[in-house]
Nanobody
Framework: QVQLVESGGGLVQPGGFLSVSCAAT????????MGWYRQAPRSQRRELVA????????LYGESVKGRFTVSRDNAKNTMYLQMNSLQPEDTAVYYC?????????WGQGTQVTVSS
């Protein structure tokens, strides 16, 4: 059972930046995939933000390409999401995601609000 603990998030003005992190209870090197999804207010769908597979390829959602970047600290079993040039439409709950041994795991979510 993989547990994911997110931190970071909060309120930021348009054009600003923010970082969120996701710490896993197992070695992230063993995961088939790890990344981030988000769910906007009044939406019932989780949208891909970024997803890195074990072959080292990272897929970014179209709406965040060029603005968001994922990185990892293997020693800390932690993945980071750096978000730049944030816009109000980036307001959402951001969820950490892992696919490991055929099972999907999700973090509890962290709120990111972009507003002036």
């Amino acid at each position: 059972q993989v547990q994911l603990v997110e931190s970071g998030g909060g309120l930021v003005q348009p054009g600003g930046f923010l970082s969120v992190s996701c710490a896993a209870t197992e070695s992230i090197n063993t995961f088939a995939a790890m990344g981030w999804y988000r769910q906007a207010p009044r939406s019932q769908r989780r949208e891909l933000v970024a997803r890195r597979t074990s072959d080292g390829i990272t897929l970014y959602g179209e709406s965040v390409k060029g603005r968001f970047t994922v990185s990892r600290d293997n020693a800390k079993n932690t993945m980071y999401l750096q978000m730049n040039s944030l816009q109000p439409e980036d307001t959402a709950v951001y969820y950490c995601y892992v696919h490991h041994r055929g099972i999907d795991y999700w973090g509890q979510g962290t709120q990111v609000t972009v507003s002036s």
